[in-house]
């Protein structure tokens, strides 16, 4: 067995000094003291919290956005995570216009089967409602898939509000959580010209193009159709605005109980004078051209006090990389044509426990970014709980530790971080995946021990 001896254990019931004994790919044993027999490997974590390991919600690894590939594998994405404290992503795989459920559930596999370092579970994008995505939405439940996407923007993939319901009444019987992408993607296309035909066209045309409203116009709706629809059980997924908050308040009023809150460290750190920075090529802004878009000073303040209020139950990093020189540079003259997406998922637990230094302790830690997580996406208490008998997932993280966030240090396969030169307190000093060490001190290991989590 392994031991980690001595830590400040983030438990169900609350912090406990004590001792975590790993067995193979299982948490065997927890008490104040696990004294070691002959053949136990001991290590010493005093002073460190002990996490269930981070799970990140809600990323994009391999895949095409309808612009280009994006620059993170499942491979390289993985193991960026891993190296932050990151144990479990949950992934969108895409069923594009014309492509069936269970096929594009194949695809994601043969793309990250045996090259992870973190595990990873599936999502599942719909791009298109009909019968058969209909009837595969159960085949999908036998192949451990319990939450769908849609999206409200994007010509390639969105659907309509009747759709929309249609999708939200037929995963009723299956217990399904949907999650949608919430903008007004006719809005967004009519801004965009208007804003490029105004003469702005770099990056700082992507927020213009983009306002508040598209979100909070989308949630609304999103949140009146799951009511429609019976309270429906629904994920908002990267909210970004006050507006939006407003909205997801308005539906809890009216009683809806079944709507979950991401948000990602970009709304809770970033706005939107980042696009105007420079760098040393005019292109820095380029990095910060996602949807929705980091925004204005009020926006992240009120997501802030929603999350030390606990209005918003998850967060996690909506990663979807793309380098600056060679992918989004393409778009410099025309913020359009710029892939939408941003860096994030080896830094997340860092930034967050930074950010809030003070205000969120280990438990709301451990809440917001693996707790919540496994509760909603259905892999709680295998995942997301510091228990005998779960998954030996664990993050050994050690709050004194410093250290500065730079792209020439990441392990994230992109030529930049949103993030550089962020100081970072607190750092995942030893990770495991189902009993392996991953990563030690921010550096993989080179283990693989990924596997897929069928929920
Ligand atoms: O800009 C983003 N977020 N790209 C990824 C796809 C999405 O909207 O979540
Ligand atoms: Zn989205
Ligand atoms: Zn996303």
């Not at 799951?226 to 909210?239: I, M, Q």
Request: aromatic share 8%; glycine share 10%; charged share 25%.
């Amino acid at each position: 067995m392994r031991i980690l001896a001595n830590g400040t254990l983030v438990t169900p019931e609350g912090l406990r000094h004590g001792d975590v004994a790993l067995d193979g790919d299982k948490i065997a044993r927890i008490a104040a003291h696990i004294e070691p027999t002959d053949g136990d490997e001991v290590e010493d974590v005093r002073g460190c919290w002990v996490f269930p390991g981070f799970i990140d919600g809600h990323t994009h690894m391999q895949c095409w956005t309808g612009m280009d590939w994006t620059a993170d594998s499942f491979e390289t994405g993985t193991r960026a995570a891993a190296c932050g404290g990151t144990t479990t992503i949950v992934d969108y795989a895409t069923a594009d216009r014309g492509v069936t459920m269970p096929d594009a559930l194949d695809e994601w596999h043969r793309r990250a089967d045996g090259t992870c370092t973190a595990n990873y579970a599936f999502h599942m994008a719909l791009a298109e409602w009909n019968e058969r995505n209909r009837e595969d939405l159960a085949v999908m439940r036998e192949r451990g898939v319990c939450s769908f996407k849609t999206y409200f923007a994007y010509d390639h993939l969105r659907l309509d509000d009747a759709e929309t319901l249609a999708v939200m009444e037929s995963l009723e019987p299956l217990g399904g959580t949907l999650c949608v992408h919430c903008e007004n993607g006719t809005l967004v296309n009519e801004l965009q010209r208007r804003v490029y035909d105004e003469g702005i066209h770099g990056p700082e045309g992507h927020p213009l193009s983009r306002p508040a409203e598209c979100e909070a116009e989308a949630i609304s709706r999103l949140l009146y159709l799951a009511h429609l629809a019976g309270d429906a059980r629904v994920n908002v997924v990267h909210l970004s605005t006050k507006m939006g908050l407003d909205a997801i308040r308005a539906a809890k009023a009216r009683g809806q109980r079944n709507i979950f809150v991401e948000t990602c460290p970009q709304y809770l750190l970033l706005d939107d004078t980042c696009f105007l920075e420079q760098g040393e090529d005019g292109l820095a802004g380029l990095a910060y051209v996602m949807s929705p878009p980091p925004r204005k000073p009020v926006d992240r303040a009120a997501l802030r006090e929603a999350l030390l209020a606990g209005e918003i139950d998850t967060i996690a990093t909506d990663h979807c990389s793309f380098n600056i020189h060679g992918q989004k540079d393409r778009g410099a003259e025309d913020f359009r044509k710029v892939p939408n997406g941003g860096a994030g998922v080896e830094h997340r637990p860092a930034l967050v426990a930074t950010t809030f230094e003070g205000q969120l302790g280990p438990e709301d830690l451990c809440r917001l970014m693996s707790e919540n997580p496994a509760r909603v996406f259905g892999m709680f208490p295998r995942k997301g709980a510091l228990v005998e008998g779960a998954d030996a997932d664990v993050c050994v993280w050690d709050p004194k530790a410093t250290w500065t966030i730079s792209a020439a240090t990441q392990h994230q396969n992109v030529d930049h971080t949103p993030y550089e030169g962020f100081e970072c307190h607190g750092r995942a000093h030893l990770v495991y995946v189902n009993g392996e060490l991953a990563a030690r001190d921010g550096e993989p290991t080179g283990a693989m021990p990924g596997r897929y989590v069928a929920r």
